[in-house]
């Protein structure tokens, strides 16, 4: 029976590769997996014929749904009647599920009384879900049958709304780990929004509705109307099956995350399938295919999650609150056209004396205005209308101030994000600005971007939003600092309408999508019928939203930084909302993007740049007035010490002590205090998250590059350093790091030895040489997208140091090459700025040589040195690299 099984494993997968689908593919491995169980069991009860009474064998989960994929596992049930006990039959069922094991099945078998199974746990919500989806295999039937037929069903009909309850809180905390979004670059086939999981929840809740009702075909016949009878649904089914029996195959173990491997293999694999060719085929367009399944299995969960009753049903599909307008001031009654009840926005009668409203756009969005402001539900009816009347509403559609006034309430609604993404999906947004369509489900690879592009604008949205209520957590507080920025900003919803259209020029081929995206924005603020104020505010924001990430890559405290960023955005109105705008676009890129740090970095280089636009005296008077505050404020933590205090802060850049609390600079003074005990003082403070080091000593050769090279040596991956020294000729260096192989998490007592060997590298008692040969090299994975070597100089960023900016592909002891490489040419560090986007090491250093900026000569040999030792440091080919003004 082994040797038939695994034979008709090889003819199955044979037969997937020559094209049969996935629906097909899951059900002929459930069958042989029928027949194998089915004769274990009965060769069990052969030896023992007692086993054919009071036990039955049941499958559950997606093989009691036929539904078993390639590498799944196996769902089994042994289930006892009241009068047989599990030790008696411990043994024969121990024997068989090892019989099962060593074929290779990943079983997962448990064992339970009737009475156990036909009871309802409120904090165990997930045993009863296994049993919704159950099948009789062998054993005695008329133990599954009073299971089935009394027992479960008797269960369902009693608790069968808290259980809908339950299901729905797990649907959504499961959703909130993947940011309630379908659209990610790397989606998870199963568990993502709009996955098979929620093909899987929508036929429990048509089996609760069927059994809310027994007898009733109305609940049984709605539900399976919402969960199978659409067409839409099932090719989304199918289409999700077939796309993970191909993962497990490729991967050969239950691996359902389509990365940007696979999808390129997947998407080779349609057109093969389609055209019967093998050959190259478009990743990014077979994404799109994949993202419109996905969504509609989120819109049918959705419609399905409608029937949970809104008290037991959790956050994302509850419906908006009655209390939402206590304190503001609530706005009139909806139009005529559509009303709200119970937190649903429905379309009037499609007979009344107006026509049908579904064909009003001035009814149809101010329906959704009044969404974005109250956070109400679309109704399910009144959704399937408009689809079917966007012909003709696109030709009712009038441009101009109306549309504005309309487009304006939507965006300033707390709820725009959502409303806009409704909008989306059924395709009205597409009719007030054709040009997103370019960018629906648009995937760009960059290793940095968790979600598609249009995803991506619609969580800025939503962070944006959601300054105006109070945060908890590590960023709460800074979210209320830009809360206030908010609130002074004139034009709200030209700040939405850029979020809206800052990545639409994505969706051209061109290098410049900022430009590209202001020249589509342009067209709208025409057809919007925007005042020149307006959209010259609209265009430059536009135009501008990746000036203020670029500008932090510099020393957001020099004052040629400060100047040459408010040149660009001119105004304090700019500013604001391009600071705004920054703080979310950067939010939205994945959860853990913005930290608290990048977070200060921002708000320190926008208060600079409104103090450069208000500016009332001279910048040197400014400067030094500044810089002496700074200073009263460490001394005034060491008493009598002034005079030592100050010496010590001479030469150290303003960044310095900006960048630092006076309790830090003061703790960097008593470790340079502490040098005649040890030279090489080190402040080491481990978290699970990101670690940090500093390192106060003596400046010498090689420090920066010895130092990257000791945390290369222990696989600590350098997320950002700092390096700062004063005239005295002492280094202050900081490095924040992740632990990639998780040593410091998993073994406390490696701390002490890990900052021991630190010091012994840097005291050069042990070679860092020594320590990163006895680093085991393991092969690299291959990176997932291929980052092009740029080398950079700038002479003008600097009145004293030449800016070099280095882009490469990130990976082990990058740094310490590119610091070695500098070393060896002469050139001092004054300042340095790390930063890693991804797989994108953003490497920016202010370099003297001689206490000067570099001559051009010298800049091009350091290019070539730098370019060679990154290749040599990557192990291969160099990159092609930029050719970067030297000047």
């Given amino acids: 029976m082994r040797g038939e099984y695994q034979r008709r494993m090889l003819e199955i997968r044979a037969a997937f590769y020559a094209g049969a689908t996935g629906a097909e593919t899951i059900a002929a491995r459930s069958q042989a997996m029928d027949q194998l169980i089915r004769g274990l069991w009965e060769e069990a009860e052969q030896r023992m014929p007692w086993l054919g009474s009071g036990i ?7 093989y009691g749904r036929s539904e078993l994929f390639p590498y799944s596992d196996v769902d089994l049930l042994y289930l006892l009647d009241g009068k047989v006990s599990e030790q008696e039959v411990k043994q024969p069922i121990r024997r068989v599920s090892q019989e099962l094991w060593d074929v290779g099945i990943r079983l997962s078998p448990v064992t339970r009384k009737r009475s156990e199974v036909e009871r309802f746990d409120a904090d165990n919500v997930e045993s009863t879900l296994a049993l919704l989806d159950h099948r009789l295999l062998a054993g005695d039937a008329s133990v599954y049958e009073r299971f089935s037929g009394t027992g479960f069903p008797k269960l369902l009909e009693e608790k069968g709304s808290a259980i809908a309850a339950g299901l729905a809180a797990l649907t959504a905390e499961r959703h909130k780990k993947y940011g309630d979004t379908l659209f990610h670059l790397e989606p998870s086939i199963k568990d993502c929004p709009g996955g098979l999981r929620d093909v899987h929840v929508c036929g429990w809740l048509t089996k609760l509705a069927a059994a809310a009702k027994p007898g009733s075909a109305d609940g049984a016949n709605s539900a399976a109307t919402a969960a199978g009878d659409n067409e839409e649904f099932r090719q989304a089914v199918r289409f999700l099956s077939t796309v993970r029996c191909f993962l497990h195959y490729r991967h ?31 990743a990014a367009y077979w994404m799109r295919l994949y993202f419109r399944h996905a969504r509609a299995v989120e819109r049918r969960l959705i419609h399905m999650l409608e029937a949970v009753p809104a008290k037991q049903k959790p956050g994302r599909w509850s419906v908006g609150k009655a209390g939402f307008f206590k304190g503001r001031r609530r706005p009139q009654p909806p139009p005529a056209g559509f009303r709200v009840e119970g937190g649903r926005a429905v379309l009037g009668d499609a007979a009344g004396a107006g026509g049908d409203p579904a064909q009003d756009p001035e009814v149809v969005l101010q329906l959704f205005a009044e969404i974005s402001r109250s956070g109400c539900a679309l109704d399910r009816n009144s959704e399937e209308r408009m689809s079917q009347a966007l012909p003709v509403l696109s030709t009712h559609l009038e441009e101009g101030p109306a549309l504005w006034r309309n487009l304006r309430e939507i965006l300033l609604g707390p709820h725009a994000g959502n409303t806009l993404r409704a909008m989306h999906t059924l395709g009205i947004l597409e009719l007030l600005i054709p040009e997103f369509h370019g960018i629906d489900a648009l995937v760009i690879r960059d290793a940095y971007h968790r979600y598609t592009v249009d995803e991506h604008t619609m969580v800025l949205i939503d962070t944006l939003h959601g300054l105006e209520t109070p945060q908890t957590g590590p960023m709460g507080e800074w979210a209320a600092r830009f809360g206030d920025i908010l609130r002074d900003v004139q034009h709200q919803a030209l ?3 850029g979020g809206l259209m800052h990545d639409t020029g994505k969706g051209r081929s061109t290098d410049d999508h900022a430009r590209e995206s202001a020249r589509m924005a342009e067209s709208v603020a025409g057809r919007l019928d925007l005042d020149v104020y307006e959209s010259e505010l609209l265009l430059g924001l536009i135009r501008n939203h990746l000036e203020m990430s670029a500008a932090l890559r510099r020393d957001i405290f020099d004052l040629e930084t400060v100047r040459t960023f408010a040149g660009k955005v001119q105004t304090p ?15 939205a890129v994945h959860p853990d993007a913005l930290t608290p740090w990048k977070a200060e970095n921002l708000w320190r280089l ?11 005296v001279d910048d040197e008077r400014v400067g030094a007035r500044v810089g002496k505050e700074l200073v009263l404020r460490v001394t005034a933590l060491l008493p009598g010490r002034k005079a030592e205090v100050e010496a010590f802060l001479q030469g150290f850049p303003e960044r310095y002590l900006r960048t630092h609390t006076p309790e830090q600079v003061r703790l960097h003074f008593e470790m340079a205090e502490r040098f005649a005990q040890d030279p090489v003082q080190i402040e080491f403070q481990y978290s699970p998250e990101t670690s940090e080091i500093t390192l106060v000593t003596p400046d010498r050769a090689l420090l920066f590059s010895d130092l990257a090279g000791a945390l290369a040596a222990w696989g600590m991956n350098i997320v950002t350093a700092d390096a700062f020294s004063n005239r005295q000729g002492i280094v202050v260096d900081n490095f924040r790091f992740t632990d990639r192989f998780r040593t410091l998490e998993m073994n406390a007592s490696e701390h002490a030895a890990f900052v021991a060997s630190v010091h012994d590298v840097m005291a050069k008692k042990e070679p860092v040489e020594k320590l990163l040969a006895g680093r085991r090299r393991g092969r690299r994975a291959a990176p997932k997208i291929v980052v092009q070597t740029r080398v950079d100089f700038d002479d003008e960023a600097s009145s004293h140091s030449t800016l070099l900016q280095v882009v490469a592909q990130d990976m082990p002891g990058l740094l310490r090459a590119i610091s070695l490489a500098l070393a060896g040419l002469g050139c001092n560090i004054e300042v ?19 206490g000067a900026k570099l001559e051009s000569d010298r800049q091009r040999e350091l290019k070539q040195n730098l370019l060679s030792a990154i290749e040599a440091n990557a192990g291969g080919p160099a990159a092609t690299s930029s050719a970067g003004s030297a000047g």
């Fill in 56 to 62: 039955v064998l049941i499958a559950l989960g997606g």
């Fill in 252 to 282: 050969e173990r239950d691996d359902n995350t389509l990365d940007w491997q696979a999808q390129d293999a997947a998407a080779r694999e349609h057109e093969r399938r389609s055209t019967a060719r093998d050959g190259e085929a478009d």
């Fill in 495 to 497: 700040l939405y309408l």
């Fill in 573 to 587: 109105e700019a500013l604001r909302m391009l600071t705004l705008f920054t703080y979310a676009d950067i939010q």
């Fill in 606 to 616: 926008y208060l600079a740049t409104a103090n450069y636009l208000d500016r009332s």
């Fill in 832 to 850: 340095a700025l790390v930063d890693t986007e991804g797989e994108t090491a953003i490497d920016v250093f202010y370099i003297t040589r001689d």
